[in-house]
Every structure is written in C-alpha cells, then in structure tokens.
C-alpha cells in the first residue's frame, strides 16, 4: 500500500496542472481551427489572447493586409472569434442580414453607451424608436441647425486667424471645432462654455476605449472603466439641459437646438392626440433622450472629425479644386461673401457636395461596422460563420474598386460630377453603412461638411506643410494622418 501510494506512481499537482494547461491550450487550438476551417488567418491562437496585440495597436497596413488576403479573413482574440468580410458584396449582405447578425458595435459599447441603449435595439422595436426619431433629421430641422453651426465656424476660424499663421498640427482643432458645433447643435446653449469644454476633454476617454477588441471586463484603470466615468458625467450634464429646455419649451420657447426640436415635438402630440381623443404617443424620458444624444455624438464626433481633417488637408494639397469650391461659394451668394448661411446655399452648391462625396470616398471615416451572428450563417457556399462570432463588413475596398472609381486613389470630386460615374455606382458608397441600421443623420453629417468647407474657403486662406506622413494613415478610432495635419490660417485676401 505504502509503495503504490508513493511520489513516484502519484503525478505531482504541477504536473496536474500542467497536463490541464496543455490540455486547455490544445482544445482552445482544436475550437479555433475548426472555426477557422479553410480561411485565410493566422495558422495557429496565441494561446489566451489570440491577436489581442495586433487589435490594441491597429495599423492600416494591417487591415490592408487582412482585406487583400481573401473576400473573408479571421483572427481570434480572447474568446472572440472575427470574420472580416472585404467585398462590396458580402459586406452589403451582413449589413443588409437581421435574421443572422445585429450591431455589435464594439465589445465595450454595451458597458460606456449602456447595454439598454436604443442603438443595440432590433427588429420592430428598433424601427419604431428610429421613426421618433426622424423628425430630428428633416429639411426644416437642418435649416434650424444651420445658424448654430455657422455661429461656431466663425468663433473657431477666429481662434484660427489669432495663430498669426503659425503652422501647428490642426487635428485636435479640427475636432475641437466639429465637438462644439455637435454639443450646441444637439443641445443649445444650455450647458456653459466650461461645461462644454469637459465634456470634449472627457469623451476622449471614450474615443480610446474604441478598439476593436477591448480588455473584457472594465476593471478600474482601464479605457473601458475611464470611458464608463466620463460617460455618466457627460450624461449627467446632458439631463440638467434636457430638464431646462423641457421648462423652457412648455412655455412656448424658440427652438434653438435638436433638443428644443424633439421635446418640442412630444409636447406637440402628446396635445394633439388629447385634443382628437387617441393614444398618446410614446414620451421618452430624460435619460433615453440624455442616451440617444449620447449615441449622435458618439456616431458623429471621431468620424466627422476625420472627415474634416482629411477635408482641409486634400484642399489645401489640391489648390485647383478649392479655387472651384470659392467659385461656386461667391456664385450662390452673387458676389456677396457675407451673406449668411443658409441650407438653401448649400443645396445651391452641388461642386461642394461632390468635393465631400469624394473626400468620405478617398477617407472614409468608419472603416468597418463590427456585427454579431445571432446564429449559424452559410455567408457564402463555402462558409459557415459560427454562431457568437463577430463578422465585420468593410467599407474601404468597395470605395477603392477601380470598377466604380477609375484611379480610385486620385482625390477627383468631378467623379461625382455630370460627367463622371462615381453616382452609377451607389452600391460601393457605404460610408454611412447600409440595411436597418444606416447612419440616421447621414445628411446632417454632409451638410455640415459642407458648410464648414464654404464657410472656410470665403474667409480663410490655408496652407498645408506636407511631410513623409502627410498620406499614410494612423487609427485612432477612425483614420488621421500620421503627421497630425499640419497646417497654418490668415484671412482671405482677394482681388
């Protein structure tokens, strides 16, 4: 007895446990080989985290990479299994999918934008709080929009003009014009200008916390738990205005803000269906409207802010083509560069809207729209994607098919023009995605694109200092150049 029970016969715990890794290790490969099947990806999970390295640091030429290597591709990281589809085609089919894949946004979403958030809302309760929502985005609502934003441009050119020409990177003051043009056209002036400067400086925090794949739980100290905190500030500031602008907009107020529109709008039914004896309609209360403002501002800050990076940049890199857009600026307004904005001006300006077409085409903002299999999904006669995988749609190849976009790496706004067949095309632009969930304030995002850039090229003269990094792409939630953008203002000067 004493001989069968001694050390030499008994494994010692270490080796247990050992035996137990190795054994773990080797089904965590047998789980992702047999997901993976015969897709391009790496050969072989890093044990635990998987490519959780390459997703903290991203890089374009990876993604590039990824792309070119097959119409899907997969990597794992922790747990998660990813497919990432290249096509125009395939990409348009997940976007276009319910039934098989929702919204995944990313892992961290659900903890900074709250899981009960509309935008992870599907089916017919996503459609129904979508339609409450239209009212936000109508020709009469941008044309209320309009003098808030130009109130904004002036103030940030000036700031610009003050620089005495000095060249600086202008990336974070392209985002700092396009975060204050979003809070005080979502939400008015209720908030004060320090308010509003917080609430810039803390959803930074937000914006580091996008990668792709994030550390699973939101510890204290990491970029998910840091985003959680600047989230409940940032909200909790979004309902003291909300709780002022429903006093002032039950005392007949002017609407001066997205806000002042939608609550506005409620008070306005909800009277209405009382007076012809229906139903009320749906009141949403101050954290799902504090939530919903939330979800804009998260849709539009990086990826406008972006957008308008690369904007000034490339007009500044292509001289004739700002020429073109002052031309057409000074024609609208019959020669008179002080006339106010307006969204008539810019519906009269449609060489503008081509050079912001084709700036969101060379550019694009949001480079892929992360979803999730809610089951098993035959993607293509080849492939099954697993059920709880997450499968990523791509928007930069479809917008560089040489197909749709001759030269696609040229920056050419006449594409977009009567001559060019950019518009034969519609199916690759999926810049503001696709299906049941394309981007509800996609014409807001261009006309504010467009005034901006208008308004600019009739007051400011700007010059680009190009460097070795000028083109190449850095991520940072969306896509920057890597040098920052350097730039440098003074006023316009005409003949």
């Not at 099947?37 to 635990?48: A, D, N, Q």
């Not at 308004?455 to 920052?484: M, N, V």
Request: glycine residues 4%.
């Amino acid at each position: 007895m004493k001989t069968a029970f001694s050390q030499s016969n008994v494994p010692t715990t270490t080796a247990i446990v050992c035996s137990a890794v190795v054994g773990l290790f080797a089904y965590e490969q047998y789980v992702y080989l047999k997901k993976k099947k015969s897709l391009p990806g790496p050969s072989f999970k890093i044990p635990i985290i998987g490519a959780f390295t390459d997703s903290l640091y991203p890089t374009f030429e990876g993604y590039m990479s990824k792309w070119k290597s097959g119409e899907l591709s997969c990597v794992s990281v922790f747990d998660r299994f990813v497919v990432i589809a290249s096509t125009c085609e395939l990409s348009r089919k997940i976007l276009n999918a319910p039934a098989y894949a929702q919204p995944a946004v990313v892992d961290s979403m659900k903890h900074i934008l709250c899981d009960d958030n509309w935008v992870f809302l599907s089916g017919k309760t996503h459609v129904d709080y979508r339609k409450g929502l239209n009212i936000l985005f109508t020709r009469r609502a941008l044309g209320i929009y309009i003098p808030i934003q130009e109130r904004v441009y002036q103030k940030h050119f000036q700031e610009w003009l003050e620089l005495d020409g000095a060249s600086e990177q202008y990336q974070l003051r392209f985002r700092e014009i396009n975060m204050e043009t979003s809070l005080r056209v979502f939400l008015g002036d209720y908030m004060s200008d320090e308010v509003a400067s917080t609430i810039s400086q803390e959803y930074f925090n937000i914006t580091a916390a996008l990668e792709l794949v994030n550390f699973p739980i939101p510890l204290p100290g990491t970029k998910v738990y840091k985003a959680i905190q600047s989230r409940k500030y940032i909200v909790k500031h979004f309902i003291e205005s909300i709780k002022d602008s429903r006093i002032r907009m039950a005392n007949k107020g002017t609407v001066n803000s997205m806000m002042d529109a939608w609550i506005s709008s409620m008070i306005d039914d909800e009277i209405e269906c009382e007076r012809v004896g229906k139903a009320a309609p749906r009141k949403f209360d101050d954290r799902e409207i504090a939530l919903t403002i939330l979800t804009f501002l998260f849709a539009s800050q990086d990826a406008t802010s972006s957008a308008l990076t690369w904007a000034f940049q490339l007009l500044a890199d292509h001289p004739e083509v700002l020429q073109k857009v002052y031309d057409e600026q000074m024609m609208v307004r019959k020669g008179d560069a002080s006339k106010g904005l307006s969204l008539e001006l810019m519906e009269e300006s449609p060489y503008l809207r081509q050079v912001v077409k084709e700036v969101l085409r060379l550019r694009p903002p949001v480079l892929m729209v992360p979803y999730q299999t809610i089951r098993e999904w035959p993607l293509t006669p080849n492939y099954t994607v697993p059920k709880g995988s997450m499968v990523i749609p791509t928007t930069y190849p479809a917008l560089h098919d040489p197909v749709a976009y001759p030269n696609p790496d040229a920056f050419d706004p006449d594409r977009w023009g009567p001559n060019g067949t950019a518009e034969k095309h519609p199916k690759n632009f999926m810049v503001f995605g696709n299906g049941p969930h394309h981007c509800l304030g996609k014409e807001f995002a261009v006309m504010h694109l467009m005034a901006i850039i208008g308004q600019a090229s009739l007051s400011l003269e700007w010059t680009h200092t190009r460097t070795e990094k000028s083109d190449d792409i850095s991520i940072f939630a969306t896509i920057y150049p890597q040098d920052g953008c350097i730039m440098s203002f003074r006023p316009k000067t005409t003949a």
